[in-house]
């Protein structure tokens, strides 16, 4: 069995052993070389052609998101962050997933309960997973940022018709999700049907991430307040370490958040705000699960199904990770399977009344 190489970047020697000995103590893996700075880097890269990067975002002569930002328009390649979780720390790591790295670790792991187990066994399940990448996915993200950042323009809105009432469109995603809710927001109109997010997100990051949506989408993006109302033309997402549920009230809706135990192993749970929205909101949903490791929302996407509700699944070719939505497509749940991009055009059309006919 061909083992999976590793390229090991941090500007930290104690870091750069610590990931060694995480990684060789995998018997599918091997660090096949270390670097303390990007330049080391790109000649490693050369020399040694390995499967996955380990990155540190803070690094000395050039920082891990201009590294990150050139590797992968001249070498597509599968990139795990190693970076902190301060606010700071936060901006910089969604920039990166932007740019094309596959997910993070976070270094503050290691100060938690049981901290080196837990940080091993991330380094370990994220390296696993990036070698497994659809790096051509991942390479396309990177290509949009960077024709939206020579642009500088809001992408054109894609074209609703008349919404029908009571429509909420509900939305759960994981590795490789926060570019994809970035392409999807980024064209949807300011009065689109009200969105309720699931994305596999830490606290700090929860918050971070809405902040970005909502500079790119002609939507008010937020992170979702216990009681908040559910409005049109409004996204929520599910702050990081809460699930996001939606309950009625009177004619409308609104957000309650939820510090239960966790599901499929996550809160927020995807599977959680699908349920809730076949409990509260029944037939007028539509429910989408896009890219994603293990298969959280598959089943209740397929209870959002059997309840008439309309539901939409990211094809394979798009999608970072195809594991959330090849879960729901092999249980039935996915009515429309669809690439990235047209996603927003579909779930507003299922939004919306039929248009009339004209003619005789």
């Not at 054109?156 to 939305?171: H, Q, T, Y």
């Not at 599977?271 to 896009?290: W, Y």
């Amino acid at each position: 069995m061909k083992l999976i190489s590793v390229l090991v970047i941090d500007d930290s020697a104690l870091m750069r052993k610590l990931l060694t000995d995480i990684i060789n103590g995998d018997l599918r893996m091997e660090v096949v070389g270390t670097a303390e700075d990007p330049y080391e880097a790109r000649d490693q890269i050369k020399r040694l052609n390995p499967d996955v990067l380990t990155l540190d975002i803070e690094m000395p002569k050039m920082n891990g998101i201009t590294f990150l930002r050139n590797l992968m328009r001249l070498r597509p390649m599968p990139v795990v962050m190693v970076s902190t979780l301060t606010e700071k720390g936060a901006t910089a790591t969604l920039k990166s997933l932007e740019l094309g790295a596959f997910d993070y670790v976070a270094k503050s792991t290691l100060q938690e309960d049981w901290g080196i187990d837990k940080f091993s066994m991330l380094v370990i399940e994220k390296v696993q997973m990036a070698s497994l990448a659809n790096v051509n996915a991942l390479a396309q993200s990177s290509l949009l940022v960077r024709a939206d950042d020579d642009s500088k323009q809001l992408k054109k809105p894609v074209n609703p018709g008349v919404v029908k009432a009571g429509s909420i469109i509900a939305i759960g995603s994981s590795t490789g999700g926060t570019e994809a809710l970035n392409q999807i927001l980024s064209v949807m109109p300011a009065d689109s049907p009200p969105v309720v997010i699931a994305q596999h997100i830490p606290p700090t990051f929860s918050t971070s991430l809405a902040r970005r949506l909502n500079e790119v989408s002609a939507m008010t993006v937020m992170e979702a307040i216990d009681g908040s109302e559910i409005l049109p033309g409004h996204a929520y997402l599910a702050p990081g370490n809460f699930h996001l549920t939606v309950r009625r009230r009177g004619r409308g809706y609104i957000c309650r958040i939820l510090h239960t135990g966790k599901v499929n192993r996550h809160r927020p749970s995807v599977d959680v705000l699908f349920d809730s929205v076949v409990k509260e909101v029944g037939s007028l949903a539509i429910g989408v699960i896009l890219t994603g490791m293990g298969a959280d929302g598959a089943k209740g996407l397929l209870r959002m199904r059997e309840a008439g509700c309309q539901t939409v699944g990211q094809d394979e070719a798009s999608s970072v990770v195809f594991g959330m939505p090849r879960a729901a497509k092999q249980m039935g749940a996915v009515q429309f399977e669809l690439p990235l991009s047209k996603i927003s055009q579909k779930i507003l059309d299922l939004c919306s009344l039929p248009k009339p006919r004209t003619g005789f």
